[in-house]
């Protein structure tokens, strides 16, 4: 496989993004903020978005996927590194008690940790995640989510039964 780099300088680049996304995409929120260009889009969207991305934009690496518990809703923030300064942040939210939202491990193979990971620690589950379970936390007989807001830090109550 040839990776081929987007070409031009980072300030080119940044506005080619923009726009290819707002050619292809509905977005709520778009904008460049010095390296950045920030998107912020409905869930549905997500895998049609980072496709234009990785496949059309050449932006070949998603870094990082990061979680927000709203109390209510889910903040998600996919980090994607064009590899030569540029970087697009996706964001979109999440809303109920039990969120789910589709995976992007067939678009960026860095997902698959990152989703568990959101999995573990927040309860998101991933619609086609190809081996979603926990990554951290014990597997049987846990079924809390530590990074919520609402995860009561107890001992007592959270080890119960499992000494």
Do not use: C
């Not at 049609?48 to 927000?68: K, P, Q, W």
């Not at 039990?98 to 620690?121: G, L, Q």
């Amino acid at each position: 496989m040839t990776v081929t780099l987007p070409e031009g300088d980072l300030n080119g680049r940044l506005d080619h993004y923009l726009e290819g996304f707002r050619g292809r995409h509905e977005l709520q929120e778009a904008s460049v903020e010095k390296n950045v260009v920030r998107l912020v889009i409905r869930p549905d969207l997500l895998p049609a978005i980072l496709t234009t991305a990785r496949e059309s934009l050449g932006v070949l690496h998603l870094s990082f996927i990061t979680v927000v518990d709203l109390e209510g809703s889910y903040e998600l923030t996919y980090e994607l590194l064009d590899l030569r300064g540029g970087t697009v942040r996706v964001k979109t939210t999440l809303e109920g008690e039990e969120p789910v939202i589709d995976s992007v491990t067939r678009i960026y193979p860095t997902a698959n940790w990152h989703e568990r990971e959101a999995y573990d620690m927040f309860g998101i589950a991933f619609k086609g995640h190809p081996d979603l379970r926990r990554l951290y936390m014990w597997q049987d007989h846990f079924d809390h989510h530590p990074l919520l807001k609402s995860f009561e830090i107890s001992t007592k109550r959270t080890f119960e039964g499992l000494r």
